[in-house]
């Protein structure tokens, strides 16, 4: 019975929504195996699970599913967990003394709710407000892709995409706005298409209400995509 009340408690926790850290929880060793020796044995434990929900892996379509399934968690939608992955975001001088907002609008998101490893699906804003340096408009997208492509909780990803790019500029003037549908949402549970959840991070100048009131009608947020 405590078992029981402990699966409702977790089960719960991923229905809120709930998210632990800012900094994507990690254990000491995670990189201690390789990335084959990592997909050899996620490979096995997905093969494991479609037997025990009865599938046929001897069927054509089914037999490279466990090896597919293990590629793709390792090399590709959690590939951002491997901080080698992490993109380099070289600065510039700002030589042209370009003083206002820049603002990057419409980044594609795609990433994996940590809950039930289902996709979330939307679109990144970023900004910031130079005080001497520049990034590369690509870099902007490739922070956002890189922390992205992990298990996350929207919340988490939107701060990881700011003090990101604060690091890299040395400015706190950084915002994000993030606007998602989560097929936990979309496609189980309540199963609600319609909605999406917006989620943002303000930094430094963007606090202020005129700042922030300019970065969000730059990018005339429609939630409809």
Do not use: W
Not at 6 to 15: I, M, Q, R, S, V
Not at 21 to 41: G, V
Request: proline share 3%; hydrophobic share 35%.
């Amino acid at each position: 019975m405590k078992f029981d009340n402990n699966l409702e408690n977790f089960d719960a926790l991923g229905e809120d929504h709930i998210g632990t850290s800012s900094d994507t929880p990690m254990r000491h060793d995670a990189f201690k195996l390789s990335n084959d020796e990592k997909i050899d044995i996620i490979k096995d434990d997905v093969r494991h699970i479609m037997e025990t929900l009865g599938l046929d892996l001897n069927d054509d379509s089914l037999s490279g599913t466990p090896n597919r399934v293990a590629k793709m968690f390792v090399k590709e939608i959690f590939g951002g967990l491997d901080p080698k992955k992490k993109p380099k975001a070289s600065t510039f001088d700002n030589k042209y003394k370009y003083g206002e907002m820049l603002v990057e609008k419409n980044i594609t998101v795609y990433s994996t709710c940590e809950h039930h490893l289902l996709p979330i699906v939307g679109r990144a804003h970023v900004a910031y407000i130079s005080n001497g340096t520049v990034v590369g408009l690509s870099k902007m997208n490739r922070i956002v892709d890189y922390f992205s492509k992990r298990p996350q909780v929207q919340e988490r990803l939107t701060i990881q995409i700011v003090k990101e790019l604060q690091d890299v500029l040395n400015t706190k003037d950084v915002a994000c706005v993030i606007d998602a549908k989560h097929l936990c949402v979309n496609s189980r549970g309540i199963r609600d298409i319609e909605s999406s959840t917006v989620t943002s991070e303000f930094g430094g100048k963007f606090k202020e209400e005129s700042t922030r009131r300019e970065f969000l009608d730059y990018i005339k947020l429609d939630t409809t995509f």
